[in-house]
């Protein structure tokens, strides 16, 4: 089962890179998390995760079992495409909830909610 | 035509992303394919999801081009500033940037490139004001980031309609 020896050695240095630099993203990501002091700052960290970390990783997985199988594979597109459609949503519905709650808690260091327009012609 | 395939993009997507999963071009694969793809774009109808054109294609190459670049060039830039975030703490803040566009499919769209790029957090959009509230790791290129939101809104104004 052990074919990945059979990897030529141009392909294992660039897939041995991307999966470095990827997994060495995704570390800086989760190290962010420990790291930075307010929870909007936070929200910042696992973003370097999801997009070089995920990007980066998947590119070496193509690559390597493209290479292995010698065909194209592009099926690892799907997941960088879903994973990034789909960060947005956990992301947004995170920072709303802290901005309402900060909000309701009445705390100076967050922006207030922006005054409605008066719209005299909506009645 | 247009009856059978109301979202003829949506539809070729969905195709693509089936053959993909199934990684073949059997004639069968294909042929479970198409039934799916029309049929779920029958199902999207009753979602009535807003539609858009989407013009210049080679436009959105350089767009995208251009928005990968900018995902590298924060990627590393976020990097350093959470490694460097016991000696110098990063110097983050809010702020709002006016964002006029009314299409739906370009502010989500803008939503996706905004999170993906790390560094700067969507929080809130006000569809009256048309005022956006971002969350940014690095405030001191304030006038760096309005740039940059400002150059997405016009590529993806000229992109979709």
Known sequence: ?123 | MRAWYPYPLFSIALFLMWLLLNQSMAPGAIVVGVFLSTLLAWVMVKLQPTQSRLRRLGLMAGFALAVAADIIRSNVAVAGIILRARRRPANTGFMTVDVDLENENALALLACILTATPGTAWLEYDRRQKSLLLHVLDIDNEDLWRRTVKRYEAGLKEILQ
């Open chain 1, 1 to 123: 089962m052990n074919h990945l020896t059979d990897l030529p050695a141009w392909a294992a240095i660039i897939v041995c890179g991307l999966l470095l630099v990827g997994a060495a993203m995704t570390l800086v990501g989760s190290l962010g998390l420990l790291r930075l002091p307010s929870f909007y700052d936070r929200l910042h960290a696992p973003t370097i995760a999801t997009s070089g970390g995920t990007i980066l990783i998947c590119l070496a997985s193509m690559l390597c079992f493209a290479v292995l199988q010698s065909r194209w594979i592009f099926h690892e597109l799907l997941i960088i495409f879903f994973v990034i459609v789909t960060t947005p949503v956990t992301l947004m519905l995170l920072g709303q909830a802290a901005l309402y709650r900060d909000r309701v808690e009445d705390r100076r260091d967050v922006p207030r909610k922006p005054k409605p327009v008066a719209q005299p012609d909506a009645e």
